[in-house]
């Protein structure tokens, strides 16, 4: 299978496992509960296991700002979907800023990987 594929395969893989763990940080009740604080700790676990493998094929610099910023495109939609919080409009601006670096880094810059 190709290298690449699955570099990108695994950093999909921890920014899902991050997300969920954040979710999870937020139904933890500051570490109150102990079903939704171990799950958060193993989500975290495998979320940076798999960012680790990720960087078999991509590089550091642009495997970080893909997981960071795509995680908080994710868990924002999150808070405002399942946790019913809301988003006002510099939030929503930002958002569309880390979007667009993200974007930007993986089409235009030399030191993206695209196999």
């Not at 496992?17 to 958060?40: D, H």
């Not at 193993?42 to 997981?67: C, D, E, M, R, T």
């Not at 994710?74 to 399942?82: H, K, N, Q």
Request: hydrophobic share 55%.
């Amino acid at each position: 299978m190709n290298p690449l594929f699955l570099a990108y395969s695994a950093l999909g893989g921890a920014i899902v496992c991050e997300v969920i763990a954040t979710t999870l940080l937020q139904k933890s009740e500051q570490f109150s509960r102990p079903l939704p604080t171990g799950a958060m700790v193993l989500f975290y676990i495998v979320s940076f296991y798999l960012l680790s493998q990720a960087l078999k094929g991509v590089p550091l610099g642009i495997a970080y700002a893909v997981w960071g910023g795509l995680g908080i495109v994710l868990t924002a939609t999150i808070s405002v979907v399942i946790l019913k919080q809301s988003l006002d409009l510099p939030a929503l601006a930002g958002i569309a800023m880390i979007v667009t670096g993200v974007i930007v880094m993986n089409v235009f810059s030399n030191s993206v990987t695209h196999g």
